[in-house]
């Protein structure tokens, strides 16, 4: 059974760091692009970014570049994505997600995770 | 970035009925389109992709339809299992974007 579990959410203050864990079960990350996703809380979906299974090729949403950081760990079967400089904005439940490659860069979203919920206030 | 537009923003509707959401993408963006469905408090669940395509496991009530930049999503015989929100995501190019969704709820 797949499975995707976020975990390392909470409350930070703003200009503050924090960093998500992601560790995933039941299929090989290695072989996969993985996604970062949120949801401001009442709010839509918006990606923001995701990785290649060799950790060096990234893209992010423009709102997030300079701030954000996706990385991986391959061995132990995991997605990573610090975040800095946070901002009341980035408030919202960040999922990951298993990219579904179709070609180029063209990828949608087959498993996801949970959530979880990440609070930025003074 | 492409935009995508997605309507209607929610939708009451009953069991047994037939819906039909739609996404409208700002520029040419071939099949490259899925939906997913968002129950309260759980990630989202992909429906369809390539426009068309259904997802393993999926019901047969739901169909997409659509290409270019138009696009459409049915239910034919709504469940009650399928009261929940629907979102739409390009995957033409980078950065990856979602239509702003659709609420589906109980008359």
């Known amino acids: 059974e797949v499975q995707l579990v976020e975990s390392g959410g909470g409350w930070v203050q703003p200009g503050g760091p924090l960093r998500l864990s992601c560790v995933v079960s039941?299929?090989?990350?290695?072989?996969?692009?993985m996604s970062w996703v949120r949801q401001a809380p009442g709010k839509g979906l918006e990606w923001v970014g995701n990785?290649?299974?060799?950790?060096?090729?990234?893209y992010y949403v423009d709102s997030v570049k300079g701030r954000f950081t996706i990385s991986r760990d391959n061995p132990k079967n995991s997605l990573y994505l610090q975040m800095n400089s946070l901002r009341a904005e980035d408030t919202a439940v960040y999922y990951c997600?298993?990219?579904?490659?179709?070609?180029?860069?063209?990828?949608?979203?087959?498993?996801w995770g949970q959530g979880t919920l990440v609070t930025v206030s003074s | 970035a492409i935009r995508i537009t997605q309507s209607p923003s929610s939708l009451s509707a009953s069991a047994g009925d037939r819906v039909t959401i739609t996404c409208r993408a700002s520029q040419d963006i071939s099949s490259y389109l899925a939906w997913y469905q968002q129950k309260p408090g759980k990630g989202p669940k992909l429906l369809i992709y390539g426009a068309s395509t259904f997802q393993s496991g999926v019901p047969s009530r739901f169909s997409g339809s659509g290409s270019g930049t138009d696009f459409t999503l049915t239910i034919s015989g709504l469940q009650p299992e399928d009261f929940a929100s629907y979102y739409c995501?390009?995957?033409?190019?980078?950065?990856?974007?979602f239509g702003q969704g659709t609420r589906l709820e109980i008359k």
């Open positions: 039941g299929f090989s990350v290695s072989n996969y692009w």
């Open positions: 990785i290649k299974q060799d950790g060096i090729e990234k």
């Open positions: 997600a298993r990219d579904f490659l179709v070609v180029s860069v063209a990828m949608f979203f087959d498993y």
């Open positions: 995501q390009q995957y033409y190019n980078h950065p990856l974007v």
